[in-house]
C-alpha cells in the first residue's frame, strides 16, 4: 500500500479530554493537528493529517467513529477541498538584502507583522506546498524563527441549479 498524507476531518462535542482521546488512539503518528470550535459553540472540528496507507487510515476513521463524543468523521483526501495552513517566519533583514526581501515579500503575497532594522516577521497563507517554497526561498537569508499551523480544510461545495 501507498503511504500518502491524508486529511481527516472530525466533528466532535466540545467537552474536556476529546482531543487527547481523538489524538492518542491507536497509534497511529500525527503530521499535523488543528482544533477549533464551529459555529455551533458545543462542536469543535479537529482537523488531522497523517502520513498513513489507506487500509490504516480506514482503521483510524473507524477508531474515531467509536469513540463517545465523535459526531462525524471525513476524509478529505482526493476530495476538492480548500486546504491552508498559516506560517510565521522571523527573517534577518541585512541592509545589503533588505531591498531584495521585502521585493520577495510582496512578490509571494505575504503580510508583514513586525518590521525592525535588521528583522522581519512575516505572517504567509497557503496550501502546505506553498508555504514551505516560501520557507525554503526565506532561508536563504536567514530565518531565525519559524512557527506553522497545521493543515486546515474545507471542502468545496457544488452549486445546485
Given at each position: 500500500?501507498?503511504?500518502?498524507?491524508?486529511?481527516?476531518?472530525?466533528?466532535v462535542n466540545?467537552?474536556?479530554?476529546?482531543?487527547s482521546?481523538?489524538?492518542?488512539g491507536?497509534?497511529y503518528?500525527?503530521?499535523?493537528?488543528?482544533?477549533?470550535?464551529?459555529t455551533?459553540?458545543?462542536v469543535?472540528?479537529?482537523?488531522?493529517?497523517?502520513?498513513a496507507d489507506t487500509d490504516f487510515?480506514e482503521?483510524i476513521?473507524?477508531?474515531?467513529?467509536?469513540l463517545?463524543?465523535?459526531?462525524?468523521?471525513?476524509?478529505?483526501?482526493?476530495?476538492d477541498?480548500?486546504?491552508?495552513e498559516?506560517?510565521?517566519?522571523?527573517?534577518?533583514l541585512p541592509?545589503e538584502?533588505r531591498?531584495?526581501?521585502?521585493r520577495?515579500?510582496e512578490l509571494f503575497?505575504c503580510r508583514?507583522?513586525s518590521?525592525a532594522?535588521?528583522?522581519?516577521?512575516?505572517e504567509?497563507?497557503?496550501d502546505?506546498a506553498f508555504?514551505?517554497?516560501v520557507l525554503?526561498?526565506?532561508?536563504s537569508?536567514?530565518?531565525?524563527?519559524?512557527?506553522?499551523?497545521?493543515?486546515?480544510?474545507?471542502?468545496?461545495?457544488?452549486?445546485?441549479r
Amino acid at each position: 500500500m501507498e503511504i500518502r498524507e491524508h486529511i481527516i476531518s472530525i466533528l466532535v462535542n466540545n467537552q474536556p479530554g476529546v482531543l487527547s482521546r481523538v489524538a492518542g488512539g491507536r497509534g497511529y503518528n500525527i503530521a499535523s493537528l488543528c482544533v477549533a470550535e464551529t459555529t455551533n459553540p458545543e462542536v469543535s472540528r479537529i482537523t488531522l493529517t497523517s502520513r498513513a496507507d489507506t487500509d490504516f487510515t480506514e482503521k483510524i476513521k473507524k477508531y474515531l467513529d467509536r469513540l463517545v463524543d465523535v459526531i462525524a468523521v471525513e476524509d478529505f483526501t482526493g476530495t476538492d477541498c480548500v486546504q491552508r495552513e498559516l506560517i510565521l517566519i522571523g527573517v534577518t533583514l541585512p541592509p545589503e538584502h533588505r531591498p531584495e526581501i521585502l521585493r520577495a515579500v510582496e512578490l509571494f503575497g505575504c503580510r508583514i507583522v513586525s518590521l525592525a532594522t535588521e528583522y522581519v516577521i512575516l505572517e504567509v497563507s497557503g496550501d502546505a506546498a506553498f508555504t514551505s517554497a516560501v520557507l525554503k526561498f526565506f532561508s536563504s537569508y536567514g530565518v531565525e524563527e519559524m512557527n506553522r499551523t497545521g493543515t486546515i480544510a474545507v471542502l468545496r461545495r457544488k452549486d445546485v441549479r
